[in-house]
């Protein structure tokens, strides 16, 4: 139980954090600070600047590094009456693990690692575009449907590649002179690159080879790449839907903290009302047993002869 004292205090500072994280120009500096990393990441590119500017774009990676921290412990304070929803969000996970990353000294250690952390410090970017996080979402949610496909489209290249191995290994070893090489040629056929040239390759062998090109750009490039199409839509319609179930979702439970005033107002009203009923139930109470005597006797009188 957190001490009378405390309660308010603690309250008073997640109120206020969660009305820093909330506001609009929170997420446009945050956003703005992710853009600048990310120029200076690229700016970091060039080995002259490098050089001449190393100095200041090392503070400038310190104080990135600080205002990301910054941020992180902000959202963390704001869900301090709630810290379970915090940590259910993916992108908080995200968000922390990026930044928490930075601080080991196996990682600053690293540079490769660093950088790499430093650019997926980029990807945040995608929390405050909500379009970008609806498609990343639906990516995630269609790689069930994706690993269906992949295993689906790799079992119909392996048939058909042992099938153009069999009978054009000899006339073709360029493209059919191994398994290998035949699944790079029916890979690249899935788009469609050079189909003219290997159907007409195929002519020289055999008028029939047209069947087995037409069955194969049939299936590889509209069967299956609608079908993956599918699956990508499908989820996108989903991610769609959870965003905006989470939009029309009631807020958190009620701060511990001071009772608003219209709640108080409502509530003395309810107190007086009850006050007043309970009165009006203590008058009739009353009312019932005075005349609860005279009516026995009435009915007395009423069961004796001659009364």
């Known amino acids: 139980m957190v001490d009378g004292t405390v309660a308010p205090k603690v309250h008073a500072l997640v109120e206020g954090s969660r009305r820093v994280v909330d506001s609009?120009?929170?997420?446009?500096?945050?956003?703005?600070?992710i853009m600048a990393n990310a120029a200076v990441l690229g700016v970091e590119t060039y080995s002259g600047v490098v050089e001449d500017w190393h100095t200041e774009l090392k503070a400038l990676e310190h104080g990135f590094l600080a205002i990301f921290t910054a941020e992180?412990?902000?959202?963390?304070v704001a869900h301090g009456d709630?810290?379970?929803?915090?940590?259910?969000?993916?992108?908080?996970?995200?968000?922390?693990?990026?930044?928490?990353?930075?601080?080991?000294?196996v990682t600053r250690e690293n540079a490769t690692v660093l950088r790499l952390l430093r650019l997926a410090r980029v990807l945040r970017a995608a929390r405050f575009l909500p379009q970008i996080r609806v498609v990343i979402t639906a990516i995630g949610k269609s790689l069930p449907g994706t690993l269906s496909f992949l295993l689906v489209g790799t079992l119909l290249l392996y048939v058909y590649a042992m099938v153009g191995w069999v009978f054009f290994a000899d006339d073709d070893p360029e493209h059919y002179g191994s398994i290998g090489r035949a699944v790079l040629t029916l890979f690249l056929l899935i788009t469609l690159d050079g189909l003219g040239d290997a159907v007409r390759a195929g002519l020289e062998i055999s008028r029939w080879t047209i069947v087995y090109f037409a069955s194969f750009v049939l299936l590889g490039s509209f069967v299956l790449v609608n079908l993956l199409i599918g699956v990508v839509i499908n989820s996108l319609e989903e991610a769609r839907a959870?965003?905006?179930?989470?939009?029309?979702?009631?807020?958190?439970?009620?701060?511990?903290?001071?009772?608003?005033?219209?709640?108080?107002?409502?509530?003395?009203?309810?107190?007086?009302?009850?006050d007043d009923l309970e009165a009006d139930l203590g008058t009739t109470r009353g009312a019932?047993?005075?005349?609860?005597?005279?009516?026995?006797?009435?009915?007395?009188?009423?069961?004796?002869?001659?009364?």
């Open 24 to 33: 609009g120009w929170f997420g446009v500096v945050v956003f703005s600070v």
């Open 72 to 76: 992180i412990l902000l959202r963390i």
């Open 82 to 105: 709630r810290p379970g929803d915090f940590f259910r969000d993916p992108w908080n996970l995200f968000d922390v693990a990026v930044v928490a990353l930075a601080f080991l000294p």
């Open 242 to 274: 959870m965003e905006e179930a989470e939009k029309a979702e009631p807020p958190g439970p009620a701060p511990i903290g001071p009772t608003p005033e219209p709640l108080r107002a409502r509530i003395a009203a309810a107190r007086q009302a009850l």
């Open 288 to 307: 019932c047993q005075c005349l609860a005597p005279a009516d026995e006797d009435e009915g007395r009188r009423a069961r004796v002869p001659g009364g």
